[in-house]
């Protein structure tokens, strides 16, 4: 089925990070009432509300989906709807927006992603985000995500070589790219020398991932207004989601090879088909790091390197800032943050502010083709999204 392209005509975003002071409504009002302040429309004129949100039992947040409406009167009686999946529930909630759209169901539609995480302590946080993984192996429940990330990287060294210098080059990378993004939880330079040693400050989390090579838990939303292509037309900036594509996998690891990584490649590929445009001509991309070890295998599952050879894109500076196609200039998940239901809105949204030219400090010369890659789960549930800028 072929349908025309839905527009971002706004976007909001909150900083990331420890916000003991806000609440998860609070987060969600204010991300919801900046994109509609950016979007210079009434409340009223939404016709549906989205919200991309995990918890997993994370805190006590009731109906989520309608704290959305506290954001203005004129969003009482919009019809609102929470979507989950894992790490993609952004994504996902993305998705089912443009669904909507397309189905003549709505013309302007709100969406947020939102999480609140630093509540809880990091094993309980561990603990609730290992529940996005297969339940029904006692293996496989016995597994964090650092651990099955961490295995992940075991069996990569052993299969092609030592990726611990090429996460390492990941994770300084990201530090960096943070120190020019005002709303990242974490603004420190870390060097690759001290991202690649275990010390004190960088101990082991799951051998071999360090503490550099893990994600933030974070507190933090971001949201979208899209618009049908007819509704788009009456707005001052515009940005197409040209292609997309939604890839799921089996949840059990015994059914699949991981490191093939297969579901990411078959959305990144499809998304691009879609859109009509191959790697060559896509300015920048916002991936999934959820880990170093997970960007390193999107390098290779994006075609911009061969199976475990995803570190020549670092040696070759293809990601880095001035690169051919740079990689995660929000900082990423490892240093932007990982509000785990925000991140995929959170991506739309910086890549949405980068083609129309306020992106900041992070704005890219030229930009006018960005890819968007949000995962849920280790590999499960796989989003990619081709943006294209219409009007800024």
């Known amino acids: ?40 429309i009434d409340a009223a004129e939404i016709d549906a509300v ?15 989906s309608s704290l959305i409406h506290q954001a203005s009167p004129g969003l009482r009686f919009k019809p609102a709807t929470r979507c989950e999946n894992a790490c993609a529930s952004g994504a996902a909630a993305i998705f089912s927006a443009i669904n909507a759209i397309n189905a003549g169901e709505a013309d302007l539609v709100l969406v947020v992603g939102a999480e609140k995480m630093t509540s809880r302590s990091t094993p309980e946080v ?36 030592s990726p611990l210098e090429a996460m390492a080059r990941i994770a300084a990378k990201n ?6 993004n005002p709303l ?9 020398e001290a991202c690649n040693t275990v010390s004190e400050k ?10 550099t090579d893990c994600s933030l838990i974070t507190d933090g939303a971001a949201a979208i207004v899209l618009a049908s292509p007819e509704r788009a037309k009456s707005f001052k900036r515009e940005v197409a989601i040209r292609g997309k594509a939604q890839i799921n996998d089996f949840l059990p690891l015994s059914k699949r090879d991981f490191l093939a990584f297969e579901g990411p490649e078959k959305a990144l590929g499809a998304a691009m088909k879609k859109a009509g445009v191959s790697l060559n001509d896509i300015s920048f991309a916002e991936v999934h790091d959820c880990f170093t070890i997970a960007e390193l295998l999107i390098y290779e599952a994006m075609g911009l390197a061969p199976k475990g050879q995803g570190y020549r894109a670092l040696e070759e500076g293809t990601v880095m800032r001035g690169g051919a ?16 239901g925000a991140t995929g809105v959170s991506m739309h949204a910086i890549s ?41």
């Open 175 to 180: 530090h960096h790219n943070a120190m020019s």
């Open 352 to 392: 949405y502010r980068q083609l129309t030219g306020q992106a900041g400090d992070l704005q890219l010369e030229g930009a006018n083709l960005g890819l968007v890659f949000n995962m849920g789960g280790a590999a499960v549930a796989n989003y990619a999204s081709v943006l294209e800028a219409k009007r800024a």
């Open 1 to 40: 089925m072929q349908n025309q392209s839905v527009s971002i005509v706004g976007s909001g975003h909150t900083k990331f990070g420890r916000l003991d002071a806000l609440s998860l409504e609070d987060l969600i009002v204010s991300a919801a009432q900046e994109a509609l302040e950016e979007a210079q």
């Open 126 to 161: 561990t603990t609730a985000l290992a529940g996005a993984g297969y339940q029904n192996d006692p293996q496989e429940a016995g597994l964090s995500f650092p651990g099955l990330f961490g295995i992940a990287a075991t069996q990569y060294t052993e299969r092609y070589q």
């Open 325 to 340: 196609l740079p990689v995660n200039l929000s900082g990423g998940l490892k240093a932007k943050g990982h509000p785990v």
């Open 202 to 211: 960088n101990p082991l989390i799951a051998d071999p991932l360090r503490l």
């Open 184 to 192: 990242a939880q974490m603004h420190r330079e870390m060097s690759f």
């Open 50 to 64: 989205y919200l991309g949100h995990f918890n997993s039992g994370l805190v006590p947040d009731g109906f989520a």
